[in-house]
């Protein structure tokens, strides 16, 4: 089997999607994309293509080691994300070629279902708290909130920091002991505000705390690990083992790699495995599309060390389409109790629709990140 033809789709809201035909008839689909960045992503996909021209489908680490080693500059958000894209695509081939799902080949499920957490929003107490309640009706056993208001000030006010606490302790209240909750701090904190703020939170037992510093701030995390007893999670902006190892060395409990930036299935897989050696879970990165979400799936069923997955489902409609619009069937993205059940089917699980496909990539998109200001003018953290 060869490879004889890459194509890229821009499909609303913000997503990139490659198929990869071979002269077998078979067809693999991943998402690499960059929020923001989809058409550089793009370019990059369609240089890598060249290397794949004519090459075996199912060598994937052959393939994702000259796709990721084959030029003197390497690595980086652009590089990886592209790389991921392919390599999900020659996954879902493989799984396809064998007629089973990518998880049989990766070792085989070591779970039958796939905990989910659902995202809520609300600036003041009341409004928080009422999206956890109906979050946790819809069955959810865990939620994630953003734990930082916009143009959050470098050292913000006594006012600001006990906002953020009343929002956490109005959803505790609602979830209740037997629910989890987990706290984004999407690095919009300085190191002291985050110093400041992680022992506040303790009294709630989040799940974890996310990005409580940006990436450029990692060597600071040996100190806010051992500063507090929320444990730590952090890895969406990382895209690499050699990036993820000095945040293992610093104790964080939990890595959250994303499948469409951190080169695919293949490295994401490694990730995890070199997490279960620090005693660390994976919570896979996923604000994204069907794509991206089946193949965290994948790698979910197949990780001892898997805690709990994002995912935006609960977006009804993005960008004036449906969100899994994009799929013949949705049913495996039907969730039970807060968990999606193992899918069978091969390759990634989904069947795309790619009438759908082709004429959301006529349209396409351009979708970017606006950066924002405080009061007085300067940059601030998104």
């Not at 089973?100 to 279902?113: I, K, N, Q």
């Not at 450029?216 to 500063?227: D, M, N, Q, S």
């Not at 805690?307 to 969100?323: H, K, S, T, W």
Request: proline residues 7%; aromatic residues 6%; glycine residues 10%.
């Amino acid at each position: 089997m060869r490879i004889t033809r890459l194509e890229t789709f821009l499909v609303a809201p913000r997503w990139l999607f490659v198929r990869v035909e071979t002269d077998e008839g078979l067809v693999g689909w991943g998402e690499p994309v960059l929020e923001g960045r989809a058409e550089t992503v793009r370019a990059a996909v369609h240089e890598l293509a060249e290397l794949l021209d004519g090459a075996d489908p199912l060598r994937i680490e052959d393939n994702w080691q000259r796709l990721t080693k084959g030029a003197f500059y390497r690595g980086g958000p652009v590089l990886a994300s592209a790389v991921a894209g392919i390599d999900q695509a020659l996954w879902d081939i493989a799984g396809k070629a064998r007629g089973v799902p990518v998880h049989e080949l990766l070792a085989g499920p070591v779970r039958e279902r796939v905990r989910m957490y659902g995202w809520i929003a609300g600036t003041e107490p009341a409004d928080i708290a009422e999206a956890a309640g109906a979050a946790a009706d819809a069955g959810f056993t865990a939620v994630k909130m953003l734990g930082a208001p916009s143009q959050l000030g470098l050292i913000d006010t006594p006012e600001t920091t006990d906002l953020l606490v009343r929002r956490v302790a109005a959803v505790r209240e609602v979830l209740g002991p037997g629910r989890d909750l987990a706290i984004d701090f999407h690095g919009r904190f300085t190191p002291a505000m985050a110093r400041r703020l992680l022992p506040l939170l303790e009294p709630y037992h989040p799940l974890f705390v996310e990005e409580p510093v940006l990436p450029e701030y990692g060597h600071l995390l040996p100190g806010i690990v051992a500063g507090t007893s929320v444990p730590i999670a952090t890895g969406e902006r990382l895209f690499s083992r050699g990036e993820f190892l000095p945040v293992l060395q610093a104790d964080v409990a939990v890595v959250q790699p994303d499948l469409s930036h951190a080169g695919g299935i293949s490295e994401v897989r490694r990730i995890a495995v070199l997490a279960e050696t620090f005693g660390a879970l994976l919570a896979p990165h996923c604000p994204l599309g069907p794509l991206a979400l089946a193949s965290c799936l994948q790698v979910d069923l197949a990780t001892p060390n898997f805690l709990i997955q994002e995912q935006a489902l609960g977006i009804e409609r993005a960008g004036g389409r449906e969100l899994l619009g994009d799929l013949m069937d949705t049913a495996v993205f039907e969730m039970v109790d807060g968990h999606l059940a193992r899918p069978l089917r091969p390759g990634l699980g989904i069947d795309v629709d790619e009438d759908a496909v082709r004429r959301a990539g006529e349209v396409g998109h351009r979708y970017r990140i606006t950066p924002w200001r405080h009061a007085d003018g300067s940059f601030a953290e998104l």
